[in-house]
């Protein structure tokens, strides 16, 4: 299954190349403009979908839905600032206070442990949050979660296949950085359509 997601995820990034470029340089460019940062994700994600369903999608759907999602976006955006904030803090005041260096090994790891469950929950979360009929950031994050528990071997081999194609995107002149960011977004919106489909 996971192997089928990531074949879909490819042929959409090879059926919408030209376009991908020009999204995915709006997408960096709304990265380094910060304010504009988790409603730039959204819409990435927005894209994605549209593609996913085979249905028509250009660059200015894509600063369309900047507009569209800027609100849920920002909620969404303000629950990741905020959990990622607190997992750093506590990774970096357990490396400073705890006086175990086992133990704060230990706690350090399962901070880290816990970052990269929360980004998990986020990669299928937007995906959700455009199959909703109010797009509600609770509620996406209560089906991305279902989702994970309910397919937690996918989604760890549709994880370590999607980091190991960014990992040689990147060395094979930068790939990566110029269809990673979509390649994620198609995977999972796929991901979430198949699941949805077989319920």
């Known amino acids: 299954m996971a192997l089928r997601i990531m074949g879909l995820a490819f042929r959409d990034v090879w059926k919408e190349l030209w376009t991908i470029l020009i999204v995915q340089l709006l997408f960096l460019l709304g990265q380094l403009l910060i304010i504009t940062g988790p409603p730039a994700i959204v819409a990435l994600f927005f894209y994605g979908n549209r593609i996913a369903r085979d249905e028509l999608a250009t660059e200015q759907d894509f600063l369309k839905a900047i507009l569209h999602y800027w609100n849920p976006a920002w909620r969404w955006g303000g629950l990741n600032l905020l959990v990622v904030g607190l997992l750093a803090v ?110």
Not at 113 to 136: D, K, N, S, V
Not at 168 to 186: C, K, N, Y
């Open 90 to 199: 506590d990774y970096y005041l357990t490396g400073k206070w705890v006086g175990n260096p086992d133990l704060a090994s230990f706690m350090q790891g399962l901070y880290v442990a816990l970052l990269l469950g929360w980004f998990l929950l986020q990669i299928f979360l937007l995906p959700f949050l455009f199959e909703q009929e109010q797009p509600l950031v609770g509620q996406a994050m209560r089906n991305s979660f279902v989702f994970v528990r309910r397919n937690w071997i996918l989604v760890l081999v549709l994880a370590s296949l999607l980091g190991i194609t960014l990992m040689i995107g990147t060395l094979a002149f930068m790939l990566a950085f110029a269809f990673g960011a979509a390649l994620i977004a198609f995977a999972a919106n796929h991901a979430v359509m198949e699941d949805l489909a077989a319920s």
